[in-house]
T-cell receptor
Framework: SQQGEEDPQALSIQEGENATMNCSYK?????LQWYRQNSGRGLVHLIL?????REKHSGRLRVTLDTSKKSSSLLITASRAADTASYFC??????????????FGKGTHLIIQP | ETGVTQTPRHLVMGMTNKKSLKCEQH?????MYWYKQSAKKPLELMFV???????ENNSVPSRFSPECPNSSHLFLHLHTLQPEDSALYLC?????????????FGSGTRLTVV
């Protein structure tokens, strides 16, 4: 079953505004990651937040994690046209040392209007 | 380029054809993955390889056959596919032992089955 689910499915804002996307998941996780995908291309890793972290920043990105609510949010500040893309959250369940597959949501399609 | 290279970028094949997708990484990662991305569906994890051994097979039909000859190369052999197998096939790699960092994805192979 799907682990991560992003909300909203689509978001259109004006350039310069902030964009907030949310992700909910169902089971306990080791970490949660956010990725960006430009149309028809591969995914690009943006940021990883571990289950014992509550907030993380990377440039114009801010990610929060609330394990009690099993949710995360991605905030992009001062949006630019180049931020137009689909954004996915992915969860990593494995607390052991081996390789494991990430489980992705359906994504939020973000459009930045110039 | 992300460091994960997939070839070909586009592939059109008939249902009776046999073809292979190739993925190559020289990032020193020891885990590699195949994902399928279909329209309006979450990314589906197909196969996981860790240290060249397959560790997960999510009930993928046998018409998809993975091969990992070494830690830098991953193949997906395709045989008697169906039109519903048309999708973007993404390869990714990671190094789970290094603090569980994010995945590095290739740009994908756009597969069309006719």
């Amino acid at each position: 079953s799907q682990q991560g689910e992003e909300d909203p499915q689509a978001l259109s804002i004006q350039e310069g505004e902030n964009a907030t996307m949310n992700c909910s998941y169902k089971t306990s996780i080791n970490n949660l990651q956010w990725y960006r995908q430009n149309s028809g291309r591969g995914l690009v890793h943006l940021i990883l937040i571990r289950s014992n972290e509550r907030e993380k920043h990377s440039g114009r990105l801010r990610v929060t994690l609330d394990t009690s609510k099993k949710s995360s949010s991605l905030l992009i500040t001062a949006s630019r046209a180049a931020d137009t893309a689909s954004y996915f959250c992915a969860t990593n369940l494995n607390s052991g040392g081996g390789a494991d597959g990430l489980t992705f949501g359906k994504g939020t399609h973000l459009i930045i209007q110039p | 380029e992300t460091g994960v290279t997939q070839t070909p970028r586009h592939l059109v094949m008939g249902m009776t054809n046999k073809k292979s997708l190739k993925c190559e990484q020289h990032l020193g990662h020891n885990a590699m993955y195949w994902y399928k991305q279909s329209a309006k569906k979450p990314l589906e994890l197909m196969f996981v390889y860790s240290l060249e051994e397959r560790v997960e097979n999510n009930s993928v039909p046998s018409r998809f056959s993975p091969e990992c000859p070494n830690s830098s190369h991953l193949f997906l052999h395709l045989h008697t596919l169906q039109p519903e197998d048309s999708a973007l096939y993404l390869c990714a790699s990671s190094h789970p032992g290094q603090g569980r960092g994010g995945y590095t994805f290739g740009s994908g192979t756009r597969l069309t089955v006719v």
